[in-house]
């Protein structure tokens, strides 16, 4: 004699997986269980279109490239502008040409010309394409190679900023560097050095007057300079906020144009008694220092 026993067995479906049970040997009842879903494979800010948004704003940051730190002069470091600067409404800054002689002009030469929304999306699809849509900190090479600078990378995209921080890129590695760092520096060499090419060559760009300058200073004797140099030793400009209590001002950009647009990298500026040393915050004397300048571009660090 056989005994009817329920009988459970899945049923696989394009659309899941269905649970068949017979019901005492009535007609059997079918409940559709829902398909596991996959991993995600969404890229972070990627619209319905495809494209990749991004903040839209004169003022924000969608992708900028600098060099920092390392063996330089204290105005150089100070003073760094972006490799490459591209703001959310295609508005893009770059190091305009360079004077090849020392002194140099205090102030930077900063070119500006605006990219089309199609350009921007190409160097993002690249970034895309080298896995930059992450944050990275690599001082791999820091043991082996001394006084070099470090690469920033930033890039926004949808709510998300991601930033990378490679010391001495372009340096070679030594044969023990682990795999996945090799690659990721080389991924991010290749977007420096591929990125600007994709905006285009900036024919029409012009000379960026930026709104702001941030000043500060390093108390340096004249006396001291090169004799073969022209030193150029001024009072601090009485337009500029006073520099007593603090270690750096921030001051408007036609005012820094107007005080300082003649000035070089063998400009003096006297502080007035009571200024601070922006190192030790005390307070000095009359003083002779050396102007440290940068311009407040979109995303730069202020005072």
Not at 13 to 19: D, K, L, T, Y
Not at 68 to 89: H, I, K, M, R, W
Not at 99 to 107: C, D, M, R
Not at 246 to 272: F, H, K, M
Request: aromatic share 6%; charged share 20%; hydrophobic share 40%.
């Amino acid at each position: 004699m056989l005994l009817a026993v329920p009988a459970l067995f899945p049923v696989l479906s394009s659309c899941g997986v269905a649970s068949v049970e017979s019901q005492g040997g009535g007609p059997p009842v079918v409940e559709e269980v829902p398909a596991p879903s996959g991993p995600d494979t969404s890229v972070p800010g990627e619209s319905s279109g495809g494209a990749l948004s991004h903040p839209t704003g004169a003022e924000d940051v969608v992708v900028r490239i600098a060099n920092e730190g390392g063996f330089t002069t204290a105005q150089n470091s100070f003073g760094v502008v972006p490799q490459l600067l591209v703001t959310g409404d295609g508005t893009t800054y770059r190091p305009g040409a360079q004077i090849a002689i020392y002194p140099g002009p205090l102030l930077p030469t900063i070119e500006r010309f605006s990219v089309t929304e199609d350009r921007i999306q190409s160097v993002l699809a690249l970034a895309e394409e080298l896995g930059l849509f992450r944050d990275v900190t690599d001082t791999s090479l820091s043991s082996y190679v001394a006084d070099a600078g470090t690469t920033t990378v930033t890039l926004a995209v949808g709510d998300e900023t991601y930033r990378w921080s490679v010391y001495a890129l372009g340096m070679n590695a030594p044969d023990t560097e682990d795999p996945a760092t090799s690659a990721d520096r080389e991924a991010v060499s290749r977007f420096v050095n591929e990125a600007p090419g994709l905006l285009g060559d900036g024919t029409d760009a012009v000379i960026a007057e930026p709104d702001a300058f941030a000043v500060s200073w390093i108390e340096s004797d004249p006396g001291a300079a090169d004799p073969s140099i022209d030193v150029d030793v001024r009072p601090w400009p009485e337009s500029f906020p006073s520099p007593a209590g603090v270690s750096c001002v921030e001051v408007d950009g036609d005012l820094v144009r107007a005080e300082l647009g003649d000035a070089t990298q063998a400009t003096y500026l006297i502080l007035p008694a009571g200024s601070s040393d922006p190192a030790t915050s005390d307070a000095l004397g009359e003083v002779d220092v050396l102007p440290l300048v940068r311009a407040l571009l979109p995303g730069s660090e202020g005072c």
